[in-house]
């Protein structure tokens, strides 16, 4: 299914605690910067890396068919697109987007 760039952010700020998704604009809090600021689009992918180091074994098995499914070459979240990433993880996380 193809989700929008807004769709993904809001369902990857559902799942990291220290992010928000508002106005089209997601936020992550850094206490060193001294509250929430703006992410780029190009750290999407490090946000993505903070969720997966959380998977147990059995969501990375499901995370894997997930990104299979989503047509990459082979296995490995460094072949998959942020959005690839973040709807797999959704999948895992059972988070609607």
Known sequence: ????????????????????????????YDA??????????TELLHLCWFIEKTLTN???????????YAETRWWSPFNASWQQRVAA?????GIEI
Do not use: W
Request: aromatic fraction near 12%.
């Open 89 to 93: 993880l959704a999948k895992v996380k």
């Open 32 to 41: 060193g910067f001294g509250g929430h600021y703006q992410v780029r689009d």
């Open 1 to 28: 299914m193809n989700y929008t760039d807004e769709q993904l952010k809001s369902a990857l700020a559902m799942m990291l605690p220290e992010c928000i998704y508002e106005n089209g604009d997601l936020y992550f």
């Open 58 to 68: 059995s969501e990375v098995t499901i995370y894997s068919d997930a990104l299979e």
